[in-house]
């Protein structure tokens, strides 16, 4: 198991939002642009206008998965450390209800990196010191 998890994590983030912004339409935000213009750009993200709020939190997620990417990457490469299991564990678990309730999901990118997370930190507490 290798210390891959921040990196990978941070790509997975960089992905999502790379295809919120180039490409909504794929994520069934079509047009959404045009809407966030119309509706003056400045508190526009409410829940009576759900396809701009579901936007706006689509963006916002992919911006707090690299930012919790980038702290598990220092973790894993500036501390030196292995991420702590419950960190795959919460990882898997947010991947695997996400996959529940939807399996067109790009948190199957996630389980992979969640896996590894939990294998590497049992791995590292096999260790002796």
């Given at each position: 198991?290798q ?5 990978a ?15 909504p339409?794929?994520?069934g ?29 689509f963006l ?61 930190s049992?791995?590292?507490a096999?260790?002796?010191?």
């Open positions: 198991m210390k891959i998890s921040g990196l994590i941070m790509a997975i983030a960089l992905l999502h939002s790379l295809i919120g912004l180039i490409a339409g794929l994520i935000f079509e047009g959404i642009w045009q809407d966030i213009a119309a509706s003056g750009v400045f508190d526009a993200a409410k829940p009576q206008t759900l396809s701009l709020w579901g936007y706006y939190w916002l997620a992919g911006i707090f998965l690299m930012l919790c990417g980038g702290l598990c990457y220092w973790v894993e490469h500036r501390l030196d450390h292995i991420l702590p299991a419950f960190v795959g564990w919460g990882l898997l678990a947010i991947a695997l209800f996400g996959i529940g309730l939807d399996l067109d999901t790009g948190l199957w990118l996630v389980l992979p990196v969640a896996i590894n997370t939990v294998l590497a049992r791995a590292s096999a260790l002796p010191d």
